[in-house]
């Protein structure tokens, strides 16, 4: 070993310093304006700390090392205590000088610090002959050969406090705490696990780790369960399976540390190269796989398990803090972090961690077929019994122990002496062996701490991670709030259903309302999901202060925290008028709804209007019982704003108003995307989000256009109360959703307002005619109330309307009166105060369609004869913003308002506005061309003047009536319009030219702007074109294509620059005129490339010029090339023209054919898009033309002075919205609900019928079918193993037997007779067909469970069939008493087989003794001659209405005046409960439907691939039992009415309803009852039965296919019913009497699961 050095001198023995507790990091708004370092920000918003492979850089490396040497230190032995027995050991080490050793194992030369010396028989002590030093051992650890894998490591005393080694871990070593701590124990040698289970075994233990978040924590050496630990993580380290890498911590002895002495550097080594190799006995070499290591040092050298205190009590310390899910989420509910101990083979030390561990209240999972110490543990537990033990000071609370009695103790020491005594158990330790014991026993008595399961089971074994969160959620049995708390710490949502949510818990909202709100914040999905599936209640969940409180405790990274931090910023410095920024720690802020629909509308647009301030004094969070308006909205867009996709697209399910909210989120991502300019990867994946989002509202969309076209178009321009006042248009718009708008639906809708009220089929021929010849109107044009309406208004409800059901079994909801809107569409008035989510229960949608309405009051409906005309006309309606006016009236139209609806629509204006465009520029060209002079205007002017002050007041108006809501918002919106810059160029251009005209010196300008206006003014007209459809898409391609000449101008700029200036400088050096040297350089290049050589000029032939070029720079003459010129510039010329005619033109040719391609594909969406804002503009528009249009801005100013209307109205009201009546609105969003849940089914569907998913599903199949193959053979050869110790144990009894026999004779002690011979029973003589069955015992693997029961036939070895026997009626004690039958065994039931001790008790009830109008006389109180003889076997008319004696399985006999049960002796005589002799005829009716899942889907059962049936099930009084409603048949009453009044009586309370209600359920019944089947007739195994009496039934089923039958009902127990419900159809499930077997009849009958 090293020499210590001089530095790290040994200090006396004391306790070292403690640290004070780190406070944790705050995480609210505290800190919230702290800037955040770094780009190593994770999708969380948490960073990426203790990196298994992370190296420290050097400011951190020494900072982490001063704390290391100052708060951790080493031991070392400082008395040597000679160890006479290590002395005598021969070693093959030589050492030189003293080889004694110490008790503690080292050398004498390796004690340094010697103080003083002791005889041996001093018994030597950590505490007493150590002193404490700086630790000489920590930094980094490579493994030389295993590639870059380093892991941190550090040497601390065995006292060190537990709180110091936790700070070096989350400090020092940067780790977060874990969700669950994994402690693995067990022995360091190697135990033998199969292949197969080794890597299940793996697989399981890392699943554990990731998918809860925890340490695992070993003994660390590189040898038995720590190697399979170690490479479990290595191999999920290979894989890269999960970004979360497995956090792996060794906590080893240091004295037993092979190579310890390459970890030895007082500064501490980054790292240490460590090899490994096999170690000598008493040494175990570091694990390469583990991450970090603490390596326990009290002194000694080679002595394991010098760790475990420390380890235990390091874990205890963990325990005792919260998770990380509650220190990342403060506002979540805290839950400490859980210990699991799972123990693998070992020694005495691992009974000692496992009994500490259970001390402490530690859960450990025993793995059973591991060997050694585990498999003792798993003995005791496994036989020894259980009992429930009340818990000191908790009322009501018990814990489960294990009695351990004096025999189960024997039998343990013995396997601890078996299993640790080694070669010679004679020389154990008596105290030892006492010790260990102990620990076992005391271990097994904390049996609700132990789990066990076995390691060669493949179910166990797969389920290793279940296994030990089982066992947590065992210890905290009681502690159900505490069990979901560590379900959703560890996001285990698979256990939490399994085994938390089980079907005899209810669960109050209040209990899960912080779990909820937990689950939220840290995104768990599926367990929002359980928590919706069981009870909770988001409308009562989400107050307004809750959700404030969400928005308050995001994580500190991301777009959301960033843009809440710039609003309160602004709204702080607003009103402080001081910076934030400058005391971030003093700043206690909290984010309102105010801020938050702040940022919303940042994201959104100005046209958005956030809830939150219209509706201030809800949102405004002073009330903390205020409830959100829709909690559903505001959980999705939280979740949208922190781009959490899985968690809204939950909460987008949920919801209402799909289409709206799938468009919002996608606006809202691609805003957020373009705020990430540096986070590329995160941007891209906001678009992929948003693209989703625009997916479904697609999705949603084209599934209601199939449903109903014109309610569609009303989904797409309904003012939206809850997205802003916006409309679904609007804002697929604003998120510049192309594909939504390009759908049929948006198109056809935007057609629809282009032509008003006229016919969609109108043609251009009319429309001009009747433009210009006004009085064909009413001849040429139709409107769509002159078109037939094909929707018909049918009451009362009729076949053809289609019931949709949310909720199964839900009632229909009230309809108080039926109203049809102005436009036709009809609506069931919802009674006022009546919620949404109640009225979704069910939805009548009326086949006679729907429609986009005039925003008028509705009003009821009269109907009228079939010949009888409505004579009442249509009005047109008054022009105010905020109306959409396009669907038939169905009505007549008058004359004066055809005139008016034909102007008003806004391709009439559109025409108007081409017509009077183009007589504008005809009237202007004329100017320009003939009439413009100096300083004398012509009445054209006059009338251009005016024309242009009209276009400028309609300019003023656009901007005016911008949807935005500010000054810059809507200069912003206004100028973002192209065309809205060509109009200000023009008019601006026009105002410039008209003022220099009237000056001689500017009049040529004058002049020449005037042209250049006009051309504008001609380009202006291009924008007509948007509106058709093969024009439209030429533009966009122009558009686009421009963009690529604009990149080309400049790179062909560089080749005219490079030739022109080249050239110039050559054929005419030294010119000094710029303009002559401008058109040298530009002209002549520009114009060569498109064939003007100038090759005269250039050449020099035949060109006139000045040889002189000092005159001709003096007279301004052409100056004459130079000779140099006329050779050289020409070879210039053809390299130019090679490169810029040939070259850059045909690329130029090329980048517009590549342009064409790729954009051909988009050009009709984006022309369909574009086309919006052509529509919207002349819909907006006044209906008359410039220059007239000037009197509609003079009424529109008048109207908006006299009228106030910019007050009543917000500006920006487009007419393209509707705003809905409160009937019609809830309508219309049920119907929209109801395709969004169609639609999602389809989807479902789609993605199940997937070939991916399928051969996914198949592969899974296939190997479980493996899995089962290779269990089978394994217990085959179980089996025949077993079979071969069977067959020699009964070869060595055969053999004793006859050694006794022998001996016997011998001595004389024989019989002197033969044994008699067996004596045969008819039973046996009989054939094997008519024998019973055995019943096998249940195997030890079946300890515990419900045996199976047989039903149907049965078959023997030889698969014969058996005569079923039954078994029901031969429990005891009979029902409703305390008499015992007398037990007959399976093999004597039948009558045939004598039964010579056969004394059955007879038992008749006292009821039935009374005699009842539906009992028998008491035959058994009389003597054979007394009895009258009954007509058994036949229809008894002794009584009134007859009783029906005869049976269905045939003729039964009948013995001393007695009827005997045809099925065999039952142990009781008499009648017990029954009240007939013989059969007692039964009726059991049979109710069944599908079960369906909340999207109204029938479920399907996992095992058997099958649909679930339901029944509706009674419990009944007497012994709780659930069983099939039904009761006897009384005489003369068939078989219909008793199952009629039964059903009614015991499950739908018959009895205690009035007269009228009794009329009314008996009608129903009566529709339910008309078509049934017969699924059984027969005997009733039947508890009541005795040999005298027994029940036949008659089971008819009565199925509901749609579910639409039994709505009509409400379940209510009745009669002797305790309780009444709809129960799955499902073998498993414990029946009254052979209800079950009906019910296999009745699944068998429907293929459904059983």
Same mark, same amino acid.
């Not at 070499?285 to 583990?290: C, I, T, Y």
């Not at 009322?395 to 299993?419: F, M, N, P, S, T």
């Not at 008996?1562 to 195994?1581: M, N």
């Given at each position: ?262 970890? +030895? ?499 251009? +021929? ?126 007549? +139209? ?757």
């Amino acid at each position: 070993m090293a020499t210590m050095p001089s530095k790290n001198r040994v200090q006396p023995m004391g306790k070292h310093s403690k640290t004070s507790k780190s406070g944790e990091s705050p995480t609210g708004w505290h800190s919230s304006f702290v800037p955040r370092k770094g780009k190593g920000r994770m999708k969380n918003g948490h960073r990426r700390t203790g990196s298994f492979s992370s190296t420290l850089d050097g400011s951190e490396e020494t900072e982490s090392s001063h704390w290391i040497r100052n708060h951790i230190r080493m031991r070392e032995c400082i008395t040597f205590i000679p160890d006479e027995k290590r002395k005598k050991r021969k070693t093959s080490i030589i050492s030189k000088g003293d080889d004694r050793k110490c008790k503690c194992g080292y050398l004498y030369s390796h004690h340094h610090h010697i103080t003083k010396e002791k005889p041996s028989d001093t018994k030597w002590n950590s505490l007493k002959h150590t002193a404490m030093a700086k630790t000489n051992a920590f930094g980094e650890l490579e493994f030389v050969g295993f590639g870059q894998r380093v892991g941190k490591f550090v040497r601390a005393d065995h006292t060190t406090e537990p709180e110091d080694v936790l700070k070096l871990m989350r400090e020092q070593w940067k780790l977060e705490l874990p969700n669950l701590l994994i402690s693995v124990t067990g022995g360091a040698k190697n135990f033998y696990i199969k292949p197969r289970l080794q890597e299940v075994f793996r697989k399981g233990l890392i699943k554990a780790a990731q998918s809860t978040g925890a340490w695992i924590i070993t003994g660390g050496t590189h040898a038995g369960v720590m190697k399979h630990v170690g490479e479990a993580v290595r191999t999920n380290a290979v894989a890269g399976r999960s970004d979360n890498k497995v956090v792996a911590i060794g906590v080893a002895t240091w004295g037993i540390v092979h190579h310890k002495d390459e970890l +030895i550097n007082p500064q501490g080594s980054f790292p240490a190269r460590y090899h490994l190799e096999d170690p000598p006995p008493g040494r175990a070499a570091l694990d390469p796989n583990h991450s970090h290591f603490i390596l326990v040092d009290d002194g000694t050298n080679e002595q394991f398990g010098k760790e475990i205190k420390l380890r235990a009590e390091l874990e205890k310390r963990i325990s005792e803090h919260k998770t990380r899910a509650s220190t990342h989420a403060p506002g979540s509910s805290s839950v400490s972090i859980p210990v699991v101990l799972l123990a693998l083979q070992g020694g005495p030390g691992t009974l000692e961690t496992v009994y500490q561990g259970v001390s402490n209240n530690t859960p450990a999972v025993i793995v059973e077929g591991s060997g050694g110490a585990a498999d003792i543990l798993a003995y005791g537990f496994n036989h020894s019994p259980e009992e429930l033990v009340a818990v000191e000071g908790h009322v009501g609370q018990y814990e489960i122990v294990g009695r351990v009695d004096k025999q189960l103790e024997e039998v343990l020491r013995a396997k601890i002496v078996e299993e640790f005594g080694g070669s010679d158990p004679s020389k154990l330790d008596p105290n030892k062996l006492k010790v260990w014991t102990k620990w076992v026993v005391d271990s097994i008595k904390k049996k609700q701490l132990l789990s066990v399961f076995e390691i060669d089971s493949r179910e166990s074994a797969k389920n290793i991670d279940v296994a030990m969160l089982r066992a947590l959620l065992r210890a905290n049995k009681d502690d159900y709030q505490h069990q979901l708390k560590l379900a959703l710490a560890w996001n285990r949502s698979d256990i939490a259903e399994t085994d938390i949510f089980t079907a005899d818990r209810r669960w109050k909202q209040e209990e899960l309302e912080d779990l909820m709100y937990s689950a939220i914040l840290e995104d768990k999905v599926n367990f929002v999901k359980l928590f919706l599936e069981n009870g909770v209640s988001l409308k009562d969940f989400l107050t307004v202060r809750r959700l404030q409180r969400l928005y308050s405790e995001i994580p500190q990274s991301g777009v959301l925290f960033d843009l809440l931090q710039k609003r309160l910023r602004e709204r702080i410095s607003s009103s402080t008028s001081k910076s934030l920024s400058r005391k971030p720690s003093s700043a206690k802020i909290s984010v309102t709804m105010d801020d938050v629909g702040h940022v919303i509308q940042s994201l959104m647009g100005e046209i958005y209007v956030p809830l939150y301030e219209r509706n201030p004094e809800r949102y405004a969070g002073v009330d903390p019982k205020a409830l959100c308006e829709d909690p559903t909205r505001e959980l999705f867009l939280f979740c949208v704003l922190l781009n959490r996709q899985e968690m809204a697209r939950l909460f987008w399910e949920e919801g209402k108003e799909g289409v709206a909210a799938a468009l919002v989120a996608s606006k809202l991502l691609k805003s957020m995307a373009r705020e990430l300019e540096n986070d590329t990867e995160m941007s891209e994946e906001m678009l992929e989000h948003a693209d989703k989002f625009e997916d479904l509202a697609l999705g949603v969309l084209n599934e209601c256009w199939g449903e109903d076209e014109l309610r569609t178009q009303l989904l797409l321009v309904r003012e939206l109360y809850l997205w802003g006042e916006l409309t679904c248009l609007r804002i697929a718009i604003s998120g510049n959703h192309l594909n939504f708008i390009a759908h049929s639906a948006c198109q056809a809708l935007l057609n629809n307002i282009w032509m008003g009220k006229m016919a969609l089929d109108t043609s251009m +021929i009319r429309l001009f005619s009747c433009i210009f010849i006004p009085p064909l109107v009413p001849a040429l044009i139709y409107f769509r109330e002159d078109q037939k309406e094909e929707e018909t208004l049918i009451e009362p409800l009729g076949p053809d309307e289609r019931h949709y059901s949310i909720a199964p079994g839900s009632m229909r909801r009230p309809v108080v009166a039926r109203t049809k809107t102005s436009a036709g569409m009809i609506v069931d008035d919802i009674p006022e105060g009546e919620d949404l989510n109640k009225s979704m229960e069910m939805v009548v949608v009326h086949s006679s369609g729907s429609g986009l309405i005039h925003n008028r009051q509705a009003k009821p409906v009269q109907l009228k004869e079939e010949n009888e005309e409505d004579e009442e006309e249509y009005e047109a309606p008054a022009t105010e913003e905020g109306e959409l006016d396009f669907r038939s009236s169905g009505k007549r +139209i008058g004359l004066l308002t055809r005139f008016y609806l034909f102007y008003d629509a806004p391709i009439t204006t559109f025409m108007h506005n081409v017509l009077s465009y183009i007589l504008f520029l005809c009237l202007y060209s004329v100017v320009i061309l003939r009439q413009f002079e100096f300083n004398v205007l012509s009445v054209i002017d006059y009338i251009l003047a005016v024309w242009i002050f009209t276009l400028f007041c309609e300019e003023i108006r656009q901007l005016i009536t911008t949807e935005a809501r500010s000054v810059s918002g809507k200069l912003l919106e206004y100028v973002g319009n192209s065309w809205n810059l060509f109009d200000l160029a023009n008019i601006t251009t026009f105002v410039v030219a008209f003022a220099l005209r009237f000056f001689p010196e500017t009049f040529s300008a004058a002049r020449v702007l005037y042209s250049l206006n006009l051309m504008i003014f001609f380009f202006r007209l291009l924008h007509i074109f948007y509106i058709n459809k093969e024009m439209g898409p030429k533009l966009i391609m122009i558009a686009r294509m421009l963009k690529d000449l604009i990149f080309f101008i400049f790179i062909l700029i560089i080749f005219i620059l490079a030739y022109g200036v080249a050239s110039q400088a050559i054929l005419y050096p030294n010119e000094t005129r710029a303009g002559t040297i401008l058109q040298g350089i530009f002209h002549k290049a520009y114009f060569q490339i498109y064939g003007e050589l100038f090759l005269e000029e250039i050449m020099n032939d035949g060109f006139t010029c000045e040889a002189n070029d000092t005159l001709a720079i003096a007279t301004n003459q052409q100056r004459c090339p130079s000779e140099v010129g006329t050779w050289l510039v020409p070879v210039l010329l053809g390299l130019y023209m090679l490169v810029t005619n040939v070259l850059l033109l045909n690329l130029l040719i090329a980048m517009f054919g590549y342009t064409f391609e790729k954009v051909q594909e988009n050009t009709d969406k984006i022309w369909k898009f574009q086309r919006y804002d052509l529509i919207k503009e002349y819909s907006d528009r006044p209906p008359l033309a410039p220059p007239v249009i000037f009197f509609s801005h003079i009424f529109l100013l008048f109207r908006a002075i006299t009228m106030g209307c910019c007050k009543k109205c917000r500006p920006g009201d487009s007419v393209m919205k509707v705003k809905l009546e409160k009937a019609e609105r809830k309508q219309l969003i049920l119907w929209e609900y109801l395709n969004s849940e169609n639609y999602l089914q389809q989807t479902r569907r789609e993605k199940s019928q997937e070939t991916d998913e399928r051969v996914h599903n198949t592969q899974e199949k296939v190997d479980e079918l493996k899995d089962l193959a290779s269990e089978q053979d394994e217990r085959l050869t179980r089996l025949e193993e077993q079979m071969m110790k069977s067959t020699m144990s009964l070869d060595s009894i055969v053999q004793a037997q006859a050694w006794i026999i022998k001996s016997l004779q011998q001595n004389k002690l024989a019989a002197n007779e033969a044994p008699p011979e067996l004596e045969v029973t008819p039973a046996e003589k009989a054939p094997r067909a008519a024998m019973p069955s055995l019943t096998r015992e249940p195997s030890s693997m079946n300890v515990g469970k419900r045996p199976k029961t047989v039903k149907g036939r049965r078959r023997t070895l030889d698969s014969q069939p058996v005569q079923e026997i039954h078994q029901k009626a031969r429990t005891t004690p009979y029902p409703m008493c305390d008499v015992n039958r007398c037990l007959v065994p399976d093999d004597k039931v039948p009558w045939e087989v004598p039964f010579s001790s056969y004394h059955p008790v007879n038992y008749t009830a006292e009821c039935v003794l009374a005699g009842p109008p539906w009992a028998d006389v008491d035959l058994m109180s009389m003597s054979l001659d007394e009895r009258p003889f009954l007509m058994f076997n036949q229809l008894d008319t002794q009584f009134k209405g007859a009783v029906d004696r005869t049976s269905f399985i045939g003729t039964y006999k009948v013995k001393e005046k007695l009827p005997l049960n045809p099925k065999g002796r039952t142990g009781m005589v008499g009648r017990g409960l029954l009240g007939r002799f013989g059969p007692n005829h039964a009726a059991d009716p049979v109710v069944t439907r599908w079960k369906r899942d909340k999207y109204g889907n029938k479920e399907v059962h996992p095992e058997s691939s099958r649909n679930v049936l339901e029944f509706v099930a009674i419990q009944r009084r007497d012994n709780l039992l659930w069983a099939i409603p039904g009761g006897m048949v009384e005489p003369g009453e068939n078989l219909t009415m008793t199952l009629k009044n039964e059903f009614g009586e015991e499950a739908l309370g018959k009895l205690d309803k009035t007269e009228q209600e009794r009329m009314d359920m008996s009608i129903k019944l009566d529709k339910l009852f008309r078509q049934g089947k017969e699924v059984f007739k027969g005997y009733s195994d039947d508890p009541r039965n005795t040999d005298n009496a027994w029940i036949e039934t008659t089971a008819i089923n009565y199925h509901d296919e749609e579910g639409y039958l039994m709505q009509n009902f409400t379940l209510q127990a009745g009669d002797d019913a305790g309780a009444v419900r709809w129960q799955d159809v499902d073998g498993t499930s414990p029946l009254f009497a052979s209800h079950q077997a009906i019910l296999k009849h009745v699944a068998g009958f429907h293929n459904a699961h059983f």
